[in-house]
């Protein structure tokens, strides 16, 4: 893991936080308590490369235990972007990490675009916890754009 990355997992405190970014829609539980349903819950946007670690969060705020099965991590690169990137998806209160993706991206066409993590049988996250989203893109080649997205799937428990 990047040392920077390390270093802000650590250094999370959400108590009294509210969400830093618009708090995505989720759908509601579907009538077979066993089917899935996913959400696109963190999308930075485009950003130049600035090797600094950025920070978003989402809070479990429907009242209901979420059983997570699945997270994709996706990662986007401006051409002629060259960088050390990584992001995760870790639960807080106990960091426990859900997801996790890491690239030396130095060439172009880049290869996978995107990492799927499969959590067999499941992850909890209770009511009123949070999934926290870090990504990091080293300044390899300035003015150079990336982008990252998590993706989640679960049912409610």
């Known amino acids: 893991m990047h040392p920077e990355m390390e270093k802000a997992r650590a250094a999370i405190s959400l108590t009294g936080v509210k969400p830093t970014a618009t708090q ?5 539980p579907r009538a077979d308590a066993n089917d899935l349903v ?8 485009s950003y130049q490369a600035d090797g600094q670690v950025h920070t978003d969060t989402w809070h479990n705020t429907t009242g209901k235990r979420m059983l997570i099965t699945a997270c994709k ?8 972007c060259l960088a050390d990137a990584q992001s995760h998806v870790f639960r807080y209160p106990d960091s426990a990490f859900v997801a996790i993706r890491q690239e030396d991206h130095y060439q172009q066409p880049g290869g996978l675009d995107g990492s799927v993590m499969y959590l067999n ?25 990336v982008h990252f997205t998590a993706t989640v799937w679960w049912r409610y428990g």
């Not at 991590?73 to 002629?80: N, P």
């Open 121 to 145: 049988p499941y992850m909890a996250l209770e009511p009123d916890e949070a999934l926290v989203f870090q990504h990091f893109a080293s300044a390899i080649t300035p003015q150079k754009g």
């Open 24 to 28: 995505a829609a989720v759908p509601p």
């Open 38 to 45: 996913s959400a696109l819950l963190f999308n930075s946007g």
């Open 73 to 80: 991590l996706w990662a986007g690169f401006q051409y002629g």
